[in-house]
């Protein structure tokens, strides 16, 4: 199977989960609110979590509860980050935010439902022996709290009103937590199910997530908003330093393929059966969304 | 020990332990505000936990995980609860509520990241064998998410536009999510660590959990903000159905005193062991804030 079909087939098998177990909660606004807001996406993040345990030898069974986690995770940081006291975004994959479509409150809670189920799915019993299972926890709560994802996000805002373009080392470091701790945790989440060696897949996702925010910054600046589901040319309108901003559009992108190189490299001691993981390497700096 | 004598060491404990917990974090304001919202404050919950665990002869150090992990939920959960797009408090237990002396956004990833940390914290391996911790993230998750907390919040900002005062099932209903969830899994907490039976503290936590919010709608009416450290007055105000609006003063405290007993009546079988948690009950009803 190509990498892009198995995207598309680990995206329908992570939606039916997700969709499955919110089926169980009760029928209400703030229930809606959650399936509507882990709806599409490309679940890339979902993907690293079954790529790297198939490449490990697990089954995608064992796996699935960790990758719907991680999209319930990054979708709930999605409906907080779109909120108008911080992104204030109105469109997103294409369809209204969810503070639009219902209310802020509703995001609140929606957003923060989402994030507690992360941690429910995790406690499902087809991931593993329980060891694997507080692993998963611990790692995921790292990944996205006050020294990961939730930093990036505060280090974000900060920018904004720091009267002075960040540096790039500062921007590299912002971007380490706000979508690389995730991306981290994706890829190395096959590991620890697999109670293997989690070097080789975090140095490889070090250098993906990196790639992966570079390549947001060109498709802010060269994308078009009707591709990318979501308002564009918004970080170039704010001034606001950028990877393209810092190395221009030329130096970034080399940056971005130099990463992939790195990424790829990382992979080597498992040769072929890391194929999809490279090829999902290359996919993230040539995405158009 | 008195049950007032225990309660203060057990809050200084927990305090202790956050702030040790905290210190390791990035010294950065959303981090502070972390730091803000989790000081003060009775520690009910926490004392809930700890006291359940020793009832059952467990060391306290086994228990101050979950103790400091279900007061960073609470915690969170007043963050995102005062801010203005839900309830709209300036004040909480004194002092000006985290988006008021920080912003909304702070407020926002502050709570985020205090929900995340609750999971992190019942990682520790002092908590017991993997499968005891996982047992409480999964009962954490459970009890916080969409069919707990989240849901009796949602249920209490639907109450606001339903155009009718909620009937005294409907309120029950509400206050068996919004508040009841979080304090059924303190007392619940001590039989998960001890690998025990958890129906007679269910039991206890249940009935405890609705004496709890009659008393805080009591409360509503007959405090004053210096004592209660928030406003009160403010159901009444916006004409919102309580325990005291259906019931009546003094019918809404012979509810309260009677699921005091019932409460008492659970721990029966635990005799003697059982007198903290009972006098808690107790406490719970004659409080002031």
Redesign the interface.
């Known amino acids: 199977m190509s990498f892009t079909a198995q995207l598309t087939a680990d995206a329908a098998r992570i939606e039916a989960h997700l969709n499955s177990v919110l089926a169980g ?2 029928d ?4 809606q609110a ?1 399936r509507y807001a882990v709806q599409g996406g490309k679940r890339l993040r979902g993907f690293l979590v079954l790529e790297s345990a198939r490449m490990l030898g697990l089954p995608e069974a064992q796996a699935l509860p960790a990758a719907a986690a991680v999209e319930c995770l990054h979708a ?1 940081s999605l409906v ?1 980050d779109d ?1 108008p ?2 992104d204030n975004d109105d469109l997103r994959r294409g369809l209204p935010t969810v503070h639009v479509k219902w ?4 995001a ?2 929606a ?3 989402l ?3 992360a ?2 799915l ?2 499902d019993p087809v991931a593993g ?3 694997v ?2 692993g998963l ?2 790692a ?3 990944a ?4 990961g994802m ?2 990036g ?3 974000d ?2 920018a904004e009103t720091a009267g002075r373009p960040l540096t790039l080392d500062e921007i590299t470091a912002l971007q380490a937590g706000k979508t690389g701790a995730l991306i981290r945790f994706s890829a190395e989440a096959g590991a620890i199910l697999a109670q293997a060696d989690r070097a080789p897949l975090r140095t490889y996702a070090t250098a993906l997530g990196l790639a992966f925010q570079i390549a947001d910054d060109i498709l802010d600046v060269t994308g078009d908003a009707t591709t990318a589901g979501k308002r564009v040319g918004k970080d170039q309108a704010a001034g606001k330093a950028t990877f393209v901003s810092l190395l221009g559009l030329d130096g970034a992108r080399a940056k971005a393929a130099d990463l992939v190189s790195q990424a790829a490299a990382a992979l080597s001691p498992y040769g072929a059966a890391a194929a999809k993981l490279i090829a999902a390497a290359e996919f993230t700096i040539h995405r158009r969304n």
């Not at 209400?28 to 229930?31: A, D, E, L, N, R």
């Not at 209310?103 to 509703?106: H, K, M, Y």
């Open positions: 909660k009760p209400q606004p703030v229930v959650m709930y907080h909120m006291c911080m209310d802020e409150a509703t609140v809670l957003g923060d439902a994030q507690t189920l941690f429910e995790l406690c022996p329980a060891e299972r507080i926890v611990q995921l709560a790292q996205s709290g006050a020294e939730v930093l996000q505060a280090l805002i900060a």
